[in-house]
Every structure is written in C-alpha cells, then in structure tokens.
T-cell receptor, first 115, second 112 residues
Framework: NAGVTQTPKFQVLKTGQSMTLQCAQD?????MYWYRQDPGMGLRLIYY???????DKGEVPNGYNVSRLNKREFSLRLESAAPSQTSVYFC??????????????FGEGSRLTVL | DQQVKQNSPSLSVQEGRISILNCDYT??????FLWYKKYPAEGPTFLIS???IKDKNEDGRFTVFLNKSAKHLSLHIVPSQPGDSAVYFC???????????WGAGTKLIIKP
C-alpha cells in the first residue's frame, strides 16, 4: 500500500530555476495538501485542494502554484526558486477538508535546497 | 505569533516510565486537537485526537488531556517504549476551517 507518494525526495536548485513537486495518493481521498516544514517551526500550509477541481491558498502561498490534476494527483510548482524556499515539503491527503479534517496521511517529504 | 506552542524542544524519559508532552494554544475558538508522531526521513503519522467537548481521550498507551480553561493539552504515553522516540507535533483547528495550526514539535528520547 503506497499511501501518499512524493517525488523527488531531494532536489537542489539555483536561484531563479523552476521545478515541480509531484504528489499522488491511492486512498481515494477527496482533499490534498502541501505543507512546508522549517527548523524550529511547525508545518505551514501552502495550498490545499478540498476536492478535484478546486484549490485554495493556505498560510504561505507566495512563490508557489498548484495543480489538482485529478483526484489522485496534486502538484506544487516553484516558478522562480528563492533561497527562502529551502525547506522540507510534505504532501498530505484526507477524506474531507471542511470541519474536522480528520486524519491527514503524509508522504515522506521532499527536501529542497535553493542555492 | 504562534497560536500553538510546544515549549519543550526535547524531552528525555526512561523506558517504562511515563512521558508527558505539553502543548499550549492561544485561540479559544480551536475546537479540535490532534497529535502526530514523526520519525526521521518520514512524514508525520496521526496518533490521537480530541474534540473540545471532551477533556480526555485514550487509545492504548496514549492519552490526551484537554484543559480548555488553561488552553492546554497534554499527551501521556504509559509505559514509554524505545519505539516512541520521535518528534511529536500537536495541531489544532477551528470549526469548519480547513487549516490545521501546528506546534513546532517536541523531540522525545526514550532511554533504555
């Protein structure tokens, strides 16, 4: 059982380069999320998708774009990477978004370094 | 300004003893609280949750206590086992809001 799969696991970029983080879940969940985790801080929500075809900004959306390609896949794009985007990125999914989000299922994380 | 705070970055406990992890929050509108556990190089995994209508929820060795008047929750692990060594995050949400607000985490080390 794969659960939530993120690729790539590691990436080094130069300032100004672009890249896309891919995420797929096989649990038939409606909602998907992208978080970033920085040292000494909790996870912060970048974007989320309550259901296929919808996306909404979270707490820290600047510098990012997302695409909910279908029910399974939710990608995060950095158009012009900046050193401040050096972080560990987590994709997550859940059955529902509104009300109690219930249990979130996370991928293993993608460590991104921007030089 | 952090709405969810875990003031202890780390905690060391002897195997077999009780581990108590603490979390404070400032937003009185939070009504649902969760604890997640994270091993290195893995994503967080859900551990236990509690609704604000309760003051205690228990699941095996794990018990979460909620004190609404103090805006404080705690996670008790009894007895502590070596496999419990991990980073523990508390998180909170408000009503129909989709967004979880996370604490910075506490690293729990279980000593043999």
């Amino acid at each position: 059982n794969a659960g939530v799969t993120q690729t790539p696991k590691f990436q080094v970029l130069k300032t100004g380069q672009s890249m896309t983080l891919q995420c797929a879940q096989d649990m038939n969940h409606n909602s998907m999320y992208w978080y970033r985790q920085d040292p000494g801080m909790g996870l912060r929500l970048i974007y989320y998708s309550a259901s296929e075809g919808t996306t909404d900004k979270g707490e820290v959306p600047n510098g990012y774009n997302v695409s909910r390609l279908n029910k399974r896949e939710f990608s995060l794009r950095l158009e012009s990477a900046a050193p401040s985007q050096t972080s560990v990125y987590f994709c997550a999914s859940s059955e529902r978004a509104r009300g109690n989000t219930g249990e979130l299922f996370f991928g293993e994380g993608s460590r991104l370094t921007v030089l | 300004d952090q709405q969810v705070k875990q003031n202890s970055p780390s905690l060391s406990v002897q195997e077999g003893r009780i581990s108590i992890l603490n979390c404070d929050y400032t937003n009185s509108m939070f009504d649902y609280f969760l604890w997640y556990k994270k091993y290195p190089a893995e994503g967080p995994t859900f551990l236990i949750s509690i609704s604000s209508i309760k003051d205690k929820n228990e699941d095996g060795r794990f018990t979460v206590f909620l004190n609404k008047s103090a805006k404080h929750l705690s996670l008790h692990i009894v007895p502590s086992q070596p496999g419990d060594s991990a980073v523990y995050f508390c998180a909170a949400s408000e009503g129909s809001n989709y967004q979880l607000i996370w604490g910075a985490g506490t690293k729990l080390i279980i000593k043999p």
